[in-house]
């Protein structure tokens, strides 16, 4: 069975702080995909990165890395200097296919200014 | 930017009514999702459609529940007669095509509150 631990609930920091949200899965299937998405307050999931099994690179975007460890189960994301605009839930996802998509419970972050 | 279109945003009703939600996906999407996302946790798929056919409805709730995608185009997700504990937010999700490496793009929700 696929499952996605998200064990912060909540996190508070101030505005340019650096933050880093974990995310642990568990899945039989050697091949998946991990996906990290943002819900800021007016709804909308926003895709914010998709990564497939074999390739542990980590990745930066801006502001935004991720660390994806095969050997913790873990695909971690890190905002750096965080921003009033970035507080929102974010969630992470597990999938084997691209379809069925198994999501965490999301941790809202909230950065103040 | 092509974005998946849903309305309404908000809706109120009372219990035993019956509600439906639209939904336009991204232009060329032929593989359509509805969730539905109890506060404070993850969606959950409610149905999947590959064009016009259900690929997936198995987390339904078929008695009360029905989605339809006619023309494998936009789609429509009914509830009749709506209970309390259908109070959630409604989302609609569209990728380019089934199973590989896709990502599902998400619309802005409907938030159903039944009173």
């Known amino acids: 069975a696929q499952k996605v631990t998200q064990a912060q609930t909540e996190i508070s920091v101030v505005e340019k702080e650096d933050v880093t949200l974990d995310c642990v899965y568990e899945?039989?299937?050697?091949?998946?995909?991990l996906f990290w998405y943002k819900q800021p307050p007016s709804g909308e999931l926003v895709f914010l990165i998709r990564r497939n099994s074999f390739d542990e690179q980590n990745e930066i975007s801006g502001r935004y890395s991720w660390n994806f460890q095969k050997s913790t189960s873990s695909f971690n994301f890190t905002i750096t200097a965080s921003q009033v605009v970035d507080s929102a839930v974010y969630f992470c996802?597990?999938?084997?296919?691209?379809?069925?998509?198994?999501f965490g419970a999301g941790t809202r972050l909230t950065v103040k200014p | 930017e092509a974005e998946v279109a849903q309305s309404p945003r908000y809706k109120i009703t009372e219990k035993s009514q019956a509600v439906a939600f639209w939904c336009d996906p991204i232009?060329?999407?032929?593989?359509l999702y509805w969730y539905r996302q109890i506060l404070g946790q993850g969606p959950e798929l409610l149905v999947q459609?590959?064009?016009?056919?259900?690929?997936?409805d198995s987390q339904l709730p078929k008695d009360r529940f029905s989605a339809e995608r006619l023309k494998g185009v936009d789609s429509t997700l009914k509830i009749q007669p709506a209970e309390l504990g259908d109070s959630a937010m409604y989302l609609c999700?569209?990728?380019?095509?089934?199973?590989?490496?896709?990502?599902?793009?998400f619309g802005p929700g409907t938030r159903l509150l039944v009173l």
């Open positions: 996802a597990l999938s084997a296919t691209g379809d069925d998509m198994r």
């Open positions: 899945t039989r299937d050697t091949t998946y995909y």
């Open positions: 459609f590959q064009d016009e056919s259900v690929v997936d």
């Open positions: 999700a569209s990728s380019l095509s089934s199973g590989g490496a896709k990502t599902q793009y």
């Open positions: 232009s060329g999407h032929a593989t």
